[in-house]
């Protein structure tokens, strides 16, 4: 074979191999992407900020830590200085309250919010992470799995609520910690959260999600004045498990309102459904002027040869 | 790395000639006492501690990284920087094999060796970074995450890495004289360097794709739906000024090997260049302010991040562009290596102010690096420069080796 015939073989031969990676790419892409299929039976809780006291309570911390096997919180419940500031979730504390002074005079009760993973229906770090480790489950929780996590901390740079935390202090198995619903241990088996059972002022509902929307809409409906007309976590960023009502604006709360109600693994969906066709297309077209040049630059060298020739016999 | 003396019998002469450039022992070790040596050992000696406590202590030991600010210089400089300062090998590959621009080819094999020394040691970088680095084929055979944006980046980069190695081999066997092996090798050429395109304009996009999951995190002046674009075309500026930037120095530093090319042609070269950075940095101007002009925000750019994003625009993209276009118009080669340098900074300040300075801009808990972070960073660019300079010395990179004169590759 000559040369230039079986450099062609040879690039078109990559050109088709690369298309089919962009044909295979395609269908994966499309299966994978994190759209819930909406389990309607699916679990969440309603948290009422309106109800919580925190100050001298915060059982759903203690009880977190132990569910969790996490060491015991670290300042008592009586200690007021832990709201002097707002904290998050740690690797060895999924959830926290926080104390935010009410907007409706200073005379008012501060208010106390609880936070923890928000369970989103599109969660954001599972549709970040590139070896599957976190997973929307159909009861509703997003779990982890340690045993595939490369601890390249995506998740965490996706998170809109800044949830996943990492042990970066633990050099040989480095885990994302973060609240899973207490799955493994209760909520697979239909069992309430761990915080959700010890909260005195049963400040949270475990239940259906969509039994929780209407009852959190009656509740609105019940007292206008009390709740503000929102429920947050009903369509927030595609729809959480975790949602809140409020006596206050929700940013005023931590809970911010500016992340929109899409999901946000549509944001980059685009440009991935876009990247197979690339791989179809480009070889295609590289390879094409990768001959097109080849073959330009073989005529030059012959009509440079033609012309030596020529040359040749004029001089005889 | 393909390992150089393997598969040879190992005579003293071969190692004298190949290993200690025709010098013995002593002679070569007496030849590496430089001042340039004496910094770089420093780096290592300081280097290797610390990497000693990151790998028994936890990357916590050594880094300020924290659950607010998971990436931080690691990240922005080892992985965004390298990847798009590495962006030199597949232009200048395309540009010669693709484009038929013969007249760069003494710029091929620099550029292509300095892009794979950058995508190796983007995965030393990452090996700091991830929390279980040996877990990093795991996206490539365990567990498939297709939804993730940065499982295109680690297949990307996985493969490049192996099309860069390819274009590699015909050089490492000319060094070593294995004459079919490196015919061989050529006729692989065609095809990595058709890969190589494609893989590298899909995953410089890539990098930027990385942060559209984090609309609420990126300032909105950064933040936009042509962060992919504006990626590949910042990585085309900030590769043809790495051209730039290390033609010049290699040409200034290994005198010997490039006598043979004419200083007129080579000044040649770079004005060439420089009208190509002119016109990709005119681009990358532009299409910065269409994308606030799209998002419409205008009013954003009269608060602090907005004179900051005018620093990172104008200063670092417009002002290069007109200094290469004057350099460019006057035939000044030394303008057009300013104006190369400045923004091959210009893209590095662009890399941090997505990855790190307008991250997390509204987090109360602000990332700064430790020194040590640093410090490893400046060490993975010092085995760099140390093994081009190993290679450069042996190897026909900026030479052609007098056997295959007049050879097409
Ligand atoms: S709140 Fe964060 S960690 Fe929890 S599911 Fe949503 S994105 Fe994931
Ligand atoms: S840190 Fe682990 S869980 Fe998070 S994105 Fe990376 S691999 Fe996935």
Redesign the pocket.
């Known amino acids: 074979m000559d040369p230039s015939r079986r450099q062609f073989l040879k690039t078109a031969g990559v050109a088709a191999a690369a298309a089919a990676a962009g044909i295979v790419a395609k269908p994966l892409t499309a299966e994978a992407n994190v759209h819930v299929e909406a389990n309607p039976d699916r679990f969440g809780v309603l948290t009422d900020t309106t109800l919580c006291i925190g100050l001298n309570c915060r059982r759903c911390e203690i009880a977190c830590a132990k569910e969790n096997g996490n060491p015991p919180i670290d300042t008592p419940p009586e200690d007021e200085s832990v709201f002097d500031h707002l904290r998050r979730t740690h690797e060895n504390q999924f959830t926290v309250v926080n104390r935010y002074p009410n907007p409706h005079g200073a005379d008012k009760h501060p208010i106390y919010v609880k936070k923890q993973c928000m369970h989103c229906d599109e969660p954001a770090?599972s549709s970040?992470?590139?070896?599957k480790?976190?997973r929307k489950t159909k009861e509703g929780p997003v779990v982890?799995d340690a045993s595939?996590?490369?601890?390249?901390?995506?998740?965490?740079v996706a998170c809109p609520f800044d949830i996943?935390a990492?042990e970066y202090h633990n050099p040989t198995s480095p885990k994302?910690r973060k609240c899973t619903m207490c799955y493994a241990t209760r909520t697979s088996l239909g069992r309430k959260p761990a915080c959700v059972e010890a909260c005195p002022k049963e400040v949270m509902t475990f239940g259906k999600r969509s039994d929780l929307i209407k009852l959190a809409y009656e509740k609105i409906q019940a007292d206008p004045v009390r709740y503000e007309r929102h429920l947050y976590g009903e369509h927030e960023v595609g729809g959480t498990s975790w949602m809140f009502l409020s006596g206050a604006p929700f940013e005023k709360i931590g809970l911010p309102e500016h992340l929109g109600d899409v999901g946000l693994p549509e944001y980059p969906r685009n440009y991935l459904s876009a990247a197979p066709l690339v791989m179809a297309i480009w070889p295609a077209l590289w390879g094409g002027l990768y001959m097109f040049t080849k073959r330009r630059d073989e005529l030059e060298k012959q009509e440079k040869e033609k012309g030596h020739e020529t040359h040749d016999q004029e001089e005889k | 790395m393909a390992a150089p003396s393997i598969g040879r019998p190992a005579g003293s002469d071969w190692v004298r000639e190949k290993i200690f450039l025709g010098m013995t022992p002593r002679e070569y070790v007496r030849s590496l006492v430089t001042p340039g040596n004496a910094v770089a050992a420093v780096i290592l000696a300081v280097g290797l501690p610390i990497t000693f406590i990151r790998f028994t202590q936890g990357m916590g030991a050594v880094s300020n990284l924290s659950d607010a600010n998971p990436w931080g210089v690691w990240i922005a400089f080892d992985v965004l920087c390298g990847v798009a300062l590495a962006a030199g090998g597949f232009l200048t590959g395309g540009a010669v094999h693709l484009f038929g621009m013969k007249e760069y080819k003494p710029l091929v094999r620099p550029a292509i060796l300095t892009g794979f020394l950058g995508y190796a040691l983007v995965v030393v970088g990452l090996l700091f970074d991830l929390?279980r680095p040996w877990r990093l084929p795991y996206p490539m055979m365990v567990s498939l995450?297709t939804t993730?944006v940065?499982f295109e980046v680690g297949w990307c980069v996985a493969l490049y890495l192996m099309c860069q190695a390819v274009e590699m081999l015909p050089p490492v066997f000319e060094w070593l004289g294995y004459k079919r092996l490196r015919q061989w090798a050529v006729g692989l050429t065609a095809g990595a360097t058709v890969t190589a395109v494609v893989l590298s304009t899909l995953h410089q996009s890539s990098l930027g794709a990385l942060f559209l999951i984090a609309p609420g995190k990126l300032h909105p002046l950064w933040y936009t739906m042509y962060l992919p674009v504006y990626f590949i075309c910042s990585a085309i500026g900030g590769g043809i000024g790495m051209i730039i930037f290390e033609s010049s120095l290699s040409h200034s530093y290994f005198k010997e090997q490039t006598k043979h090319h004419p200083h007129g042609e080579f000044d040649k070269l770079t004005i060439g260049l420089g009208k190509a950075g002119a016109v990709v940095m005119y681009m990358n101007f532009l299409l910065r302010w269409l994308g606030v002009a799209h998002d419409n925000r205008w009013e954003l750019l009269t608060t602090g991040w907005g004179a900051w994003w005018l620093v990172e625009v104008v200063g670092f993209i417009g002002l290069p562009c007109l200094v290469y276009l004057w350099g460019y118009r006057k035939d000044n080669v030394l303008a057009i290596r300013i104006a190369a340098v400045w923004s091959v900074i210009g893209l590095i300040l662009n890399r941090f102010n997505v990855g790190l300075i307008a991250f997390n801009y509204t987090s109360t808990e602000r990332y700064v690096p430790r020194w040590t972070e640093i410090w490893v960073s400046v060490m993975i660019i010092t085995i760099g420069v140390l093994i081009f300079r190993w290679m450069v010395n042996r190897m026909p990179i900026l030479l052609q080796h007098p056997d295959y004169a007049g050879d097409e590759h």
């Open positions: 770090c970040a992470c590139f070896v480790a976190l982890y595939v996590c490369v601890g390249c901390r995506y998740c965490m996943p990492y994302v | 929390g995450g993730s940065l």
